[in-house]
């Protein structure tokens, strides 16, 4: 029939759109004003949003069998979820009344969602995190036959998972399900919003105007574009992927490669989930996790001078690098030509200045970030430029989806994990492996998190990665002798780095393809640019007061002694990757730049704000500015 493909077409972005459109409104309503029970939210944010995960992928030429996988997996998810919704607050009585005593029909239910979310997450984030779901369900059925090595147990049957990974609110709608319900998708739907004011124009235009005709400007356009897209998003593949198309070209017109185009993008994206004050889920998973609790606030003040040292590292690296290899200051061609969108950087500042003051005087996050978004639609009416239509609508509803249905999915596949983890007791075995280990000290434990960290994060999200590690480890974190915090913050930062650590490099994948190269190569080069950022979280393990916590008696001296301490490791750990200083740096140079780095890290004795290796540092710095600079030719 003539037209039936487009016809088709039309109605597949109907049923998304008008889909994100009913979750949207319901999540608005329920946080705000809510009707049904925690558990009740959860299966009804978890009904609307894992059919999109389906829907937005379904293309008119997949294979027979993957729509009939998707069609299973839809049809599995929905009746799974709306089951729970029924027995969660439409029902006389609850699932949680007959707990270890579900009948048939209820664990055949619990088994079809289970499917149903692994399915899902499959089809929206790729086969990493299912796979990794299913080991851990295999754990539990399997564990008296498990190897000393591998945690045995007493094992369980599939009616006890389908019960704890489903039905209770221990899994699928557990502590996964409420972060993204009640924190992350508001700001995603705050994002998107800003964005279709031409909040991305103006944040990009502002970035050119403000390095035109430095060396390497173009790179740190992308840099920064970068940190103030993350303050958007959150997420460094959506981050990548949203400035890139416009930064990556940039800088191949003044002189980069596309591999080195693509490794900047890559780093700089990564970094976005720590730029405040819009975070990425991980932030809002510590207000659940971190012990004693702490305020929303309290993690976006931690993040701060992280953040900038974290983009500080990243301008030194492009500086150096554009300095050795570009050898000129070199204009970005047509930066002038462009006028800033003023009227959309207006409510874009408008927006943000919103939700902050909403934060400062108590409001919880939900309703601030509600109030910010009112602001932000009432604000973009009064400009034709920023005035939303419905185009506009259609494409933010778009963007909803592509950034909600791969968060309600991991969710949903973590809240499995840690339901099996729960159930197992691997949740107290693993922390007593790192405390042993820690008894040797603390050192090799932040080695050994860190490297759980960056492993579990090569394939997942680093919101996910954050809170599999947290969880794991939860248990031991206040015996490490250091303020929770900062072992959060530690496992959240290389979560993040995850993104740039080949071979699965998934903010580098992004870039590559942008870029047209290879993605292995760019994958290595983002994580050379990346690697000064790598000292960082030891640096604020060390010296609390860098995430400004101020209780040890050292106070704002200790949060100003670590941050330019901070800024001197950043500094001479990008020259000794870059090989440049005031000019090219010789292997034995190149040496002392790294030794300095390692020197300014050492952490200082207790209630001390240096180190005696802090003075030498120090000495060794004076000495290697000196003679770098007597090197360069007059």
Same mark, same amino acid.
Not at 258 to 272: D, H, L, P, V
């Given at each position: ?17 008008? #889909? ?6 319901? %999540?608005? +309503? ?38 009939? @996988? ?15 919704? *029924? ?24 088994? #079809? ?36 090595? @591998? ?15 489903? #039905?209770?609110?221990?899994?699928? $709608?557990?502590?996964?399900?409420? %972060? ?18 031409? =909040? ?11 390095? @035109? ?26 981050? =990548? ?18 591999? =080195? ?22 932030? *809002?998973?510590?207000?659940? +996790? ?6 929303? +606030? ?21 500086? @150096? ?43 919880? %996050? ?44 991991? !969710? ?25 280990? &820690? ?20 394939? #997942?999200?680093?919101?996910?990665? *954050? ?47 942008? !870029? ?12 050379? *640019? ?9 640096? $604020? ?6 995430? +400004? ?22 500094? $001479? ?8 200083? $005031? ?35 120090? &000495?060794? !710095? ?13």
């Amino acid at each position: 029939m003539s037209g039936g493909p487009a016809e088709r077409s039309r109605l597949h972005a109907f049923a998304v759109r008008a #889909l994100t459109l009913l979750l949207t409104g319901f %999540v608005l +309503l329920e946080v705000n004003r809510p009707a049904l029970t925690p558990q009740g939210q959860l299966a009804a944010f978890a009904l609307l949003g894992l059919p999109l995960c389906f829907l937005i992928r379904a293309r008119p030429d997949d294979a027979v069998w993957r729509r009939a @996988l998707d069609a299973a997996g839809l049809l599995s998810a929905a009746a799974a979820c709306a089951f729970v919704l *029924y027995w969660s607050g439409f029902a006389a009585s609850s699932l949680g009344d007959r707990a270890g005593g579900e009948t048939g029909l209820d664990i055949a239910i619990g088994l #079809l969602g289970l499917f149903g979310a692994l399915v899902a997450t499959w089809r929206v984030i790729g086969p990493a995190l299912p796979i990794l779901t299913a080991l851990f369900v295999l754990h539990a059925l399997l564990g008296p036959h498990l190897p000393e090595l @591998l945690f045995p147990h007493r094992g369980y049957t599939l009616t006890r998972i389908a019960s704890q990974g489903f #039905l209770q609110s221990q899994g699928v $709608f557990g502590i996964a399900m409420k %972060v993204m319900f009640a924190y992350v998708f508001l700001f995603v739907v705050f994002g998107a919003v800003l964005s279709q004011t031409g =909040a991305i124009r103006f944040i990009t235009v502002s970035a050119r105007r403000l390095f @035109l005709g430095t060396v390497g400007g173009a790179a740190k356009v992308s840099v920064v574009a970068n940190a103030m897209m993350g303050s958007l998003s959150g997420s460094a593949v959506a981050d =990548a992927a949203t400035t890139g198309t416009v930064t990556i070209p940039l800088m191949r017109s003044t002189g980069f490669t596309a591999r =080195a185009a693509a490794g900047i993008t890559a780093a700089a994206s990564s970094g976005a989930a720590l730029v405040p004050p819009v975070m990425g889920a991980g932030a *809002y998973m510590m207000l659940e +996790l971190v012990d004693p609790p702490v305020a929303y +606030l309290d993690v976006i003040r931690a993040a701060i001078l992280p953040a900038i040292l974290y983009y500080a590292a990243l301008l030194a690296m492009v500086h @150096l690098h554009a300095r050795r290899h570009l050898g000129v200051t070199r204009a970005d061609p047509a930066a002038d030509a462009e006028k800033a969108a003023i009227p959309a950087g207006i409510v874009f500042g408008v927006g943000l200045l919103t939700l902050i003051v909403a934060l400062l005087v108590g409001r919880t %996050v939900f309703r601030a970030v509600s109030v910010a978004l009112l602001v932000v639609v009432a604000a973009s009416l009064f400009h034709p430029a920023t005035r939303p239509n419905l185009a506009g609508l259609r494409r933010a509803l778009d963007r909803i989806a592509e950034g909600a249905a791969p968060l309600v999915a991991a !969710a949903a596949s973590v809240g499995v994990i840690l339901g099996m983890v729960t159930l197992t007791g691997l949740g107290t075995r693993f922390p007593a492996t790192v405390l042993s280990v &820690a008894g040797e000290g603390l050192l090799p434990a932040l080695l050994l998190i860190m490297v759980g960290s960056v492993v579990l994060g090569m394939g #997942l999200p680093s919101a996910v990665c *954050y809170l599999l590690m947290a969880i794991l480890i939860g248990p031991v974190i206040g015996q490490l002798g250091i303020p929770p915090l900062s072992v959060h913050f530690f496992i959240f930062y290389f979560g993040m780095m995850s993104m740039v650590t080949p071979p699965v490099a998934l903010a580098a994948y992004t870039t590559a393809g942008i !870029a047209g190269t290879p993605i292995l190569p760019a994958a290595l080069t983002a994580f050379r *640019y990346a690697l000064a950022g790598f000292a960082l979280p030891y640096f $604020f393990v060390f010296r609390p007061e860098l995430l +400004l916590i101020l209780d040890g008696g050292r106070g704002v001296t200790g949060a100003v002694v670590a941050f330019l301490l901070g800024c001197g490791v950043v500094l $001479f750990l990008s020259a000794g990757i870059a090989g440049w200083l $005031f000019g090219p740096l010789g292997p034995a140079l190149r040496a002392a730049a790294l030794a300095v780095a390692a020197l300014l890290l050492w952490p200082p004795p207790p209630d001390a704000l240096f180190a005696a290796a802090n003075f030498g540092g120090l &000495a060794l !710095a004076t000495g290697l500015v000196i003679l770098a600079r007597r090197r360069v030719p007059a």
